[in-house]
């Protein structure tokens, strides 16, 4: 019983770390990256489909993007996409390729730009400490039901907080990596 609830525990403790490493990726650094565009969804034949599974995306050069959709006559819907999604980028089109240069990124930009991973790293965290109330929440009603005792329940309170550590320290290394990338890219 508690094995298990441990494992689920450390399940969606994995899943929140990945969550915040996707939307940190997101965030716009002063350098091209691929995943930058990864939440931009295309109006494709009447439905929204992401962009990614669209187009082939890469990053020829550290201040520029290359969108390259493989159904060409959908290149306008594309463009008109990626200016919706409000990227603070301007795509440019030849009909066959699009190109996205990076611009600079101001001082002032880059503080906003590091607030909003320092909120998206304290919501992984909020998650994360959640996870472990529900455990302990679970691992007492356990308790309470004598199917475990008070000392199996003490110790595995003393594991998940140990987990929940793992995880925060997981979560403020991705942080402290992104602020790093922001400021000084």
Known sequence: MINELHADAKARMDQTIEHVRQELATLRTGRANPRMVDHVKVEYYGSQQSLKTLASISAPEPRLLVVEPYDK????????????????????????????????????RRKELAKVAHQVVEEGKVTVRNVRRDAN??????AKSHDISEDNMHRAMDNFQELTNEHIEILDELLSVKEKEIMHD
């Not at 929440?137 to 356990?142: A, D, F, M, S, T």
Request: no cysteine; net charge negative; charged share 20%.
């Open 73 to 108: 006559t959908q290149i306008n819907n594309v463009v008109k996409a990626i200016q919706l999604a409000d990227l603070g980028l301007n795509p440019s089109s030849d009909g066959n390729v699009i190109r996205l240069p990076i611009p600079e990124l101001t001082e002032e």
């Open 137 to 142: 929440g679970e691992l007492k009603q356990l």
